[in-house]
């Protein structure tokens, strides 16, 4: 491995938060810093208080809509997967560099580069691991053609493949719902509930997002009296723009480990306005899990949108 590629796992920083870790674990490669904190802010001064911000949290559907916006326009985009052993060394890795082209209603993807390399494939060529099978269903199907018009917390799924989907869809999109079907956790992803409320502190700050943009942050933390058993969403943060009150970001943690789960998951999600619409720009994902009649998995992500067009 070379010099440069042990410096772009390792020089790692994250969006919203410093993660401080006692051991060795795989990272995101992620190096793009977008928003600075300004300060800490007194939010009632600014005539707001932490219900108008769980409100707007729950109420949101612009991520969601934001992946339905990609299929209107044209962009050049880059994927850099990777997934590690047990021992969290780098064993696989995909790399994909292409444009997205939308002309007359029709998608087309042109691949710019494409580089696979280690233990990523089964025999049957399709992925390893779930984990890397369920976000390129998230990413690729909105890729070629865009998601429908049903809801992002969906009905009943036709088949346990798409349910599992389905609970994937609701963590990105839709996170602090409750998220049905998932032994031990399920009750604890509804963290705005009356008795998962005391469970959490609230806090808020100003910021910058891309230079320009002037953001609060509110985040949901873990109070540190709270078990660790009863949570499984340790932070949710949400950025607003200051001016409209739109979500432009959302980072969460989730970790939660019993006899049956181990799971230690952090995502990262931003939107940038192109033509009046929100879209993605960047999203990041670090994930160790382990459940019941999956093997380990392990693996992170970094997903970029740039130079839309019409």
Known sequence: MNKKLILFLFFITTTYCSIAQQEQKPFNPDTIKTIVIDSVVNIRSHKLNAQDFIDAVLADTGFFQAFRNMKKYSFIGENYIYTYDKNNKVNGKVYRKFNRIEAGGKQTIQYISKRDSGNVYKKDGKYQLYTVNMFDYIFMNAYKTGYGSGSMISGKPDSKDQSYKDKLKVLIFAPGHRVDGIPFISNKTEI?????????????????????????????????????????????????????????????????HNLFVDLDIRMNMELIKFNGDLVPAKVTYQGDWNIPFHKDEKASFLIVQKEYSK
């Open 192 to 256: 705005f509930s009356p008795d998962m409320r005391p469970l959490y502190d609230y806090q808020f700050a100003r910021g910058t997002y891309l230079d320009s943009i002037p953001v609060y942050r509110f985040r949901v933390v873990q109070k540190a009296s709270t078990s660790n058993g009863d949570v499984v969403i340790k932070e949710l943060t949400t950025i607003f723009d200051m001016r409209t009150f739109q979500i432009l970001g959302r980072y969460v943690n989730l970790q939660y």
